[in-house]
């Protein structure tokens, strides 16, 4: 869909195009099937997984080609191509320097996140605003959460914002509370990953979330619509979901793609937003999204344009920055 787009939700290291992971992969010495249909499933996540943890455990594939400065680089160039490419507008990319950094011990936080940042640099030609989120790994030992605060904070000016993400069934909210307290103490913008797993917690780790993490921003959030106090606590306060319908529906945490709670959210007076998460690893675009809320939920311009207002607004892109490139009224080719 051509309309001018918004993406707050959207993981550089599932970004990566699916013609740069073969390359890699053969480079890196792995065995690649040459049927297509066989190197499909190596590495992308095209039908319903048994949960989420089985997904993430999938990324550990395109992990392993991650390992150098210049390859990561690379991919945040073709991301924000990409992205521009698909009519996106501004465009928030998180990742989590830990993820990168496992298994490539000649690697550093400093070093990966310099290497980003050069590719964001060779990518300023398209006229995308782009703002990058600092992840925070639930399944990692706190200490080493401890180290990527402190990361964090020496490389403030060049990130726009802060998650938590990872299995959110691991590890609950409350045991960071401490680490994301200073965050808010330093005016970080917070964005949470929960609500998203099919776990009876699921809503209770969206109210956490907000209580003691201080998120203004849920990545995902849909089990709320089972939860009258979680619901009400997310309007209440106004925040936004990250809403990303087929990544939902690859980690099943819904049944099948009729069957997202996304219209019943808007409905009740949630900020709803719409996102790929992780477009290279599960094989379609933004557009693609907009495209099934269309054919399934009915969605019209004038609720997609809604969308992508509220998505706007919640970007942790400053406002000088993000007002130069967000110009609804065009459209892409």
Known sequence: MSLPKVELH?????????????????????????????????????????????????????????SSEEILTRITYEAIEDAYLDGIQVLELRYAPTFIAEGHSH???????????KGAELARKFPVAV????????????????????????HRESFVGADLADDEAFRPAKDFSALFKELVRQNVPITIHAGEALIPEAPQNVIDSIDYLGACRIGHGLQIIKSPQALKKVIDENITLEICPT????????SDLKSHPINQLRQAGVLVTVNS?????????????????????????????????????????????????????????
């Open 10 to 66: 959207r993981h550089l290291e599932g970004a990566l195009r699916f013609s740069t992971v073969l390359e890699l992969a053969r480079s890196h010495g792995m065995s690649v099937p040459t049927d297509p249909l066989a190197a499909q499933k190596m590495f992308l996540v095209e039908e319903p997984m048994v949960d989420l943890g089985t997904v993430l455990k999938k990324f550990l594939s395109t992990q392993k080609l991650l």
């Open 277 to 333: 998460d992780d477009p290279g690893i599960f094989n379609y675009k933004l557009s693609d999204e907009y495209d099934l809320l269309k054919r399934n939920y009915g969605w019209t311009e004038t609720d997609f344009e809604k969308a992508n207002q509220i998505a706007f607004e919640a970007s942790f892109i400053p406002q000088s920055i993000k007002t130069k490139f967000w110009n609804p009224k065009t459209r892409s080719t």
């Open 131 to 154: 703002g990058f989120i600092c992840i925070f790994q639930r399944i990692l030992p706190l200490e080493i959460s401890q180290e990527v605060l402190q990361f964090f904070l020496d």
């Open 247 to 254: 990544s939902n529906y690859l980690t099943q945490a819904i």
């Open 107 to 117: 690697l550093n936080f400093k070093s990966i996140h310099q290497a980003i940042l």
